[in-house]
């Protein structure tokens, strides 16, 4: 009785995996061509084919020799584009910002605290003057020693949406953890990342944040 029913079984698998490689196929070109083209048609559905596919969309790049990074880079965008007017509708005061540690100077003099790295404005890095402007507008601004921190101080300060700045893991992960929290977030990625001595595009963060870059560059 049982064994009249494996082939039906068997066609089911089969249909499945077709389906799920079509898809696949799909998303990971739609992957690539809002990669190259910073156009995303459908974004929440092709957020959630993303999320759903993570595994095989990045295993059919690494098959065809492409950076399956760009996956999480696509992810990152997408969900920039979801929680963008939240955030941007929101007032600075209610808004945290976290910039990550290795964006400072080699040399920064600044020393961990509970509130994270306190930064004095010393002038080696970039970080000093973003920061006296950003919290002059009201931002809630921390430089961000480890990854259980954010955790801490968005279950201290509770800010109503979070723009964090990182590489694409620690993005893509603090933007999983916001999701979480039911905090809206958008993440920005740096230019160059590292353990040191990281860059960021600057123009992008204050177009963000609505900080003046003429301001911040002169700091
Ligand atoms: S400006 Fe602040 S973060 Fe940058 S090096 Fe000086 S103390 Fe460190």
Same mark, same amino acid.
């Given at each position: 009785m049982l064994e009249s029913f494996y082939p039906i079984i068997g066609q089911i698998v089969v249909y499945l995996f077709a389906i799920l490689l079509v898809a696949t196929i799909i998303i990971a070109i739609l992957v690539v061509y809002s990669f190259k083209t910073e156009a995303f048609p459908f974004p929440n559905v092709m957020l959630s084919g993303i999320l759903f596919l993570e595994g095989s969309i990045k295993a059919f790049f690494r098959l065809l020799n492409v950076d399956d990074s760009i996956a999480d880079n696509v992810v990152i965008q997408l969900k920039n584009k979801i929680s963008l007017k939240q955030f941007e509708n929101l007032p600075f005061n209610k808004k945290a910002i976290f910039l990550p540690q290795c964006l400072r100077s080699i040399d920064c003099p600044a020393k961990l605290s509970p509130e994270g790295i306190q930064c004095i404005n010393c002038g080696q890095c970039d970080i000093g003057g973003a920061k006296k402007i950003l919290e002059g507008m009201g931002y809630m601004v921390f430089i961000v020693p480890g990854s259980s921190f954010i955790k801490r101080m968005v279950r201290k300060y509770k800010p109503e949406a979070i723009l964090g700045v990182g590489c694409v893991p620690e993005v893509k992960? #603090?933007? &999983?953890?916001?999701?979480?929290? #039911? !905090?809206?977030? *958008?993440?920005? !990625?740096? +230019?160059? &990342? #590292?353990? !040191?001595?990281?860059?960021?595009?600057? +123009?992008?963060?204050? &177009?963000?944040?609505?900080? +003046? *870059?003429?301001?911040?560059?002169?700091?």
């Open positions: 992960g #603090g933007l &999983d953890l916001c999701h979480r929290f #039911g !905090v809206p977030a *958008i993440g920005l !990625v740096l +230019d160059r &990342d #590292g353990c !040191v001595s990281t860059s960021l595009n600057w +123009d992008a963060f204050c &177009d963000l944040t609505k900080a +003046d *870059i003429t301001r911040l560059s002169r700091s």
